[in-house]
């Protein structure tokens, strides 16, 4: 692998996208969680904004198939999303922890030089952003795909300002680069407050520092060998240790703990003297609190945008968003509502920004709201809690086509299975049974079982555990498909006395 900086060239470069899909989900909760963070959910329609990101970048002609990179807790989400679009990426790394960006940039930039490729660039894009011209969006591309190639320059893009905004880092351009589209990059600058961001927004110089980057992939990893030794020797060993199935690459977990967290402004962009700047237009936004949903939301006349089931009366430029219940508001000016099924947010919106605060009591305060949202994501579908009761439990169970169960048995509860929709394949000891919409399957306390979906459309059903522990030490697995561990079996012994005492770890049981 070349570590020279590229010379001027001509040829048609070979460029991969790389979409960075992390995130802790805590700057737009209760919808957002770590579980589940904004970039996987449908904040203003039927597609996620990692959706968006991937067709973005699938459907720009000068682009290769993209290389995704998700932390393991999301890996299965990403598959979901990505098939539900019916595309295929080049690759997806999967990071058994998250090590910021330079780590997981560096990793996708190796992955992409495997390739061998003359002239290759990596265009890197958060996959949390919203960006509403697409026209714009690879005029610009376009543009500095031309810059990068002959002049050999690490580009970031930078956001032309429309307001003094404090919530953004900013980039103050220097010198004009190859025939003014680009700048040298004069100085990062943190995140200001409102008289400083005022003066940035007046001198006309400065840009908000957009997290996108294009590199000639020669430069960056020669810069890297420069700055940032140890994270680069890290993730060579952790890919080489590694394991790939062909399409998932799964760097080795031991070596890529030791990897110091480190993102790449800080890491190397600050450092080098390679680093030049190209302007964005500024109908883009990375959605970091809810004031930003509000400005991105479709407004009635009164300046309100809503999303899901809400009624308002006599309010005006407010944000109302629910996933729950009927939400209705009146009398209301400049607020942000956000309803779930277990929490519900009321603010200004102009203290939106106070939001991640909040956040952090309420983990000090160890409140599981703040962790995921009810229920549970698995690799083969979710299912969420209805109802619990001191001898039973009741979930909705829904199970992605093509997904299953893992073949398991328990101890201390039966369970009955009504099917809402689609046609599930039951396995219950020897015996193998379909059941549709309407029909119903008992599980006896004991049996070994599984649940598999065949179909094309999701399997939807409601689940009825009864016995004396629900807890998730009594899943025992014996077979996944997905490699999951098996449980291991609990210690015999008298569990009708130990249901209060379990109460929270019932609310939160598994379903395997």
Known sequence: MSRVRPSLVTQVPSVTPVILAGGDGSRLWPASRPDLPKQFIGLDGDRSLFQQTLLRCIQFEAFRAPIIVVGERHQHVVQRQIDE???????????????????????????AAEDGQDNSLIAVFPSDHKITNE????????????????????????????????????IRQGAK????????????????????????????????????????????????ANYCQSTLVGVERALTGGHSDGYAIYPARDVFDEIEKRSIDYDLMEKTGLCAVMA???????????????????????????????????????????????TSVI????????????AILVTEKSRASELKSMVQKLKRQERPEVCKHPGEIRPWGRFAPLHNGDAHQVKVIEVNPGGQ???????????????????????????????GPGEHVHIPLGAVHRLENFSTSP???????????????????????????????????????????????RAEGETS
């Open 85 to 111: 679009l019916g595309l295929t990426p080049g690759a997806l790394i999967v990071e058994p922890v998250g090590r910021d960006t330079t780590a997981a940039i560096t990793m996708a930039a190796m992955a």
């Open 135 to 170: 026209e714009a969006f690879r005029t610009v591309l376009s543009q500095a795909i031309v810059v990068a190639q002959r002049t050999g320059m690490l580009l970031t893009f930078g956001v032309k300002p429309t307001s003094p905004a404090t919530g953004y880092g900013y």
């Open 459 to 505: 399997v939807i059903l409601i689940e009825i555990q009864t016995g004396t522990y629900f807890g998730e030490d009594d899943i025992i697995r014996l077979e996944d498909v997905y490699g999951r561990e098996p449980e291991p079996e609990m210690a015999t012994g008298n569990h009708s006395n130990q249901i209060d005492r379990t109460e929270t770890v």
């Open 331 to 342: 009398g209301m000016d400049n607020c942000i509502v956000v309803a779930t099924p277990d």
């Open 280 to 326: 964005f237009p500024s109908e883009w936004d990375d959605l970091g609190d809810w004031d930003a949903i509000w400005r991105t939301s479709r407004q009635d006349h009164s300046g309100n945008g809503t999303f899901g089931h809400v009624a308002l009366k006599e309010t005006r430029n407010s944000y109302i968003h629910t996933t729950g219940p009927l």
């Open 405 to 435: 169960l893992s073949l398991q048995k328990h101890r201390y509860r039966a369970e009955h299975w009504v099917v809402v929709s689609g046609q599930a394949t039951v396995t219950i000891d020897d015996a193998r049974i379909t059941a």
């Open 177 to 224: 680069l190859y025939e003014h589209q680009a700048h040298l990059v004069e100085d990062f600058v943190e995140k200001p407050n409102k008289a400083l961001a005022e003066q940035y927004l007046a001198a006309g110089t400065y840009l908000w520092n957009s997290g996108m980057f294009l590199f000639p992939i020669d430069t960056f990893l020669a810069e890297m």
